[in-house]
DNA sequence: GCGATGGGTTTCCTCAGGGAACCCAACTAC
DNA sequence: GTAGTTGGGTTCCCTGAGGAAACCCATCGC
């Protein structure tokens, strides 16, 4: 939804946030992903204007991150929910949220916890080497071109991803 | 710089999302997440307009994700570099990145790669729970309410976080 | 003195977002 | 049977954010 489209640049993070880089679009996912399914559900929860959700939603849709479902016949009703693609969108919010938390929350401690099924236990999600399991952070990696790097605007594909540091 | 500011909403989500949730800032984190320092560079780089650019770089600055530094006196220079806070940006990149790759990347596969530094390998990184190390999905988490939970709109903290099941 | 460089600010225009009202089909209560 | 409610939107108008391009200004190299 930005005037300039990013999904023709050749960098998955322009893709990924062509749909995903807009407010109203992380709350939707959240929301859908947490239960809410309806059109009505979600406005009221978001305070979204009627307008922006039912375009949101529909650019959604057209996506395949969300599929619209009839739920009852008489009268007909739809409502909205993830596909496999739009759940893995968990993983950004969960990164969203983790980094919310660090640096949002108040005293009280943050709004909402995350309990892992698996393990039993409360749990903030880290981002984690997908081939050693270590922990992945801009101090430790690097960006190389991929097998479809291009050059283009809005394309790095060189350069340690940490350069900056931390000053008080 | 949602219209309607998610800054207050009692939300992890949200309010990482108000931030970032601009397609633009996570362009520009990428780029100085990955050396990208100078206004100018950033602007070509991005083909963003100078007025938006100094835009966000400014709301950066005074959310303390970027610093603006002098990096010489004479004639004076300023560059920006991530703070602690903003290169803890990194993971929600690094999930945006990976989802962009699975999702989008073509048949010549992504545009880049991601070198994990601790154990020399190219990786895709994964969200992993922080407690036992496995893998966290939409299904296999829940929401619970957190010491900072408050009840308001756009709060959800109740839950399973996967009702949705993935249709073909 | 002359142009280049870095780091912006200003101006103008268009179009997306917000709010609120409207719409319509199908129940449901009386 | 008709009035009201619910779900799921669409239409209208208005404001203000984003884009493009021009302008600004201090400093440098020549």
Redesign the interface.
């Known amino acids: 939804?930005?005037r300039?489209s990013?999904a023709d640049v050749?960098?998955?993070?322009?893709?990924?946030?062509?749909l995903?880089?807009?407010?109203?679009?992380?709350?939707i996912m959240?929301?859908?992903?947490?239960?809410?399914?309806r059109f009505d559900d979600l406005a009221?929860?978001?305070?979204?204007s009627r307008k922006v959700l039912a375009a949101r939603l529909a650019r959604l849709v057209e996506e395949g991150v969300l599929?619209r479902?009839q739920y009852q016949e008489h009268p007909p009703r739809e409502e909205y929910?993830?596909?496999?693609?739009?759940?893995?969108?968990?993983?950004?919010?969960?990164?969203?949220?983790?980094?919310?938390?660090?640096?949002?929350?108040?005293e009280?401690?943050?709004?909402?916890?995350?309990?892992?099924?698996?393990?039993g236990?409360?749990?903030?999600?880290?981002?984690?080497?997908?081939?050693?399991?270590?922990?992945?952070?801009?101090?430790?990696?690097?960006?190389?071109?991929?097998?479809?790097?291009?050059i283009g605007?809005?394309?790095?594909?060189?350069?340690?991803?940490?350069?900056?540091?931390?000053?008080p």
Chains 1, 2 share one sequence.
């Not at 050749?10 to 893709?15: G, K």
């Not at 009221?44 to 979204?48: A, Q």
């Open positions: 939804m930005t300039t990013l050749a960098c998955s993070i322009a893709r990924a946030t062509d995903f880089g807009d407010a109203w679009t992380a709350l959240r929301d859908v992903l947490t239960g809410i399914h009221h929860d978001l305070g979204i599929v479902e929910r993830a596909t496999e693609k739009g759940a893995e969108l968990h993983s950004v919010l969960m990164a969203l949220m983790a980094w919310g938390d660090r640096w949002y929350a108040g009280a401690g943050p709004p909402a916890r995350i309990r892992h099924l698996d393990c236990h409360d749990t903030t999600p880290v981002t984690a080497c997908g081939h050693c399991g270590g922990p992945v952070t801009a101090a430790n990696t690097t960006e190389l071109p991929g097998p479809g790097g291009r605007p809005g394309t790095r594909v060189l350069g340690p991803l940490l350069v900056a540091r931390a000053r």
